[in-house]
């Protein structure tokens, strides 16, 4: 039975996941920002377990979860001079319009904790000299807006933030003797800490689009032209290791 055990190779793969849960709109007219239908929810809980002739158990357990938020209102500028003589010359008052409002409003947030631990079947020596892990903790955050301050000035940004929950080694917690409540306490203390500072930054991206058509169709001997301005921004941030924080970030 010893040797049938340590010769077999075999995977245990269980899951379960819940996709973009949340409450169907059913209520009539505009949706209000604080609706609960404009919220989603994802869970995926995912645990592995492998073995063979080397390992006695390689055991991976992953969490991942996320929270999004969608808004959209139908723009509806307000023109203050619409009531303005219909007179040729006074069109490009006419014309004025602003949105004190954005179009569309997302922002989600994510984030993924695994745990591995793998044991090989070293004989005669102590657990902490054969047993090893591997924890990641990581949080991601999207936010993007589009906004048509009016229908001749159009802006959309969007951002990505990427962060690590850094938390201490385990087995290095073990080699110090550490028992299992004060690991526990040690890991969840460091963990919560981390978490209130919004993690280590390790990515950050962003991207700026403006759009601005001239009113030259406003302005009489004008109206035949088409001017439009488009500017744009890219900004990309990268942390440096940890074992190379001397040479610095990268932007």
């Known amino acids: 039975d010893s040797i049938r055990e340590i010769s077999v190779e075999a995977t245990e793969i269980k899951t379960v996941s819940i996709n973009n849960a949340g409450k169907t709109r059913t209520a009539q007219g505009a949706p209000m920002p604080w609706d609960i239908s404009n919220f989603g929810v994802s869970y995926a809980y995912t645990e592995t377990e492998n073995r063979d002739p080397f390992i006695e158990y390689d055991r991976i357990e992953s969490h991942q979860g996320s929270l999004d938020y969608g808004y959209a209102i139908q ?19 006419r014309d004025l ?37 591997n924890n990641q903790f990581t949080w991601d955050r999207i936010f993007g807006v589009n906004w048509d301050f009016s229908r001749a000035l159009k802006l959309n940004f969007a951002s990505n933030s990427y962060s690590v929950i850094d938390e201490p080694d385990e087995g290095q917690l073990r080699a110090q003797d550490f028992n299992d409540a004060q690991i526990k306490e040690t890991v969840r203390d460091s963990i919560w800490t981390n978490i209130t500072n919004l993690g280590r930054p390790k990515n950050y991206s962003h991207n700026l689009t403006v759009n601005f058509t001239l009113p030259t169709r406003s302005i009489p001997l004008l109206d035949w032209m088409n001017v439009r301005a488009n500017y744009q921004a890219d900004y990309n941030w ?14």
Not at 108 to 131: G, N
């Open 238 to 251: 990268m942390a440096a290791a940890l074992n190379t924080e001397s040479l610095g970030n990268i932007l």
């Open 75 to 93: 723009s509806n500028p307000i023109e203050p001079f619409k009531g303005l003589p219909d007179k040729k010359w006074l069109t490009i008052l």
């Open 97 to 133: 319009n602003f949105n004190p409002l954005p179009s569309t409003f997302t922002f989600s947030t994510s984030v993924f904790r695994e745990k591995a631990e793998t044991k090989y079947r070293f004989t005669d020596l102590d657990p902490k000299f054969s047993t090893f892990f």
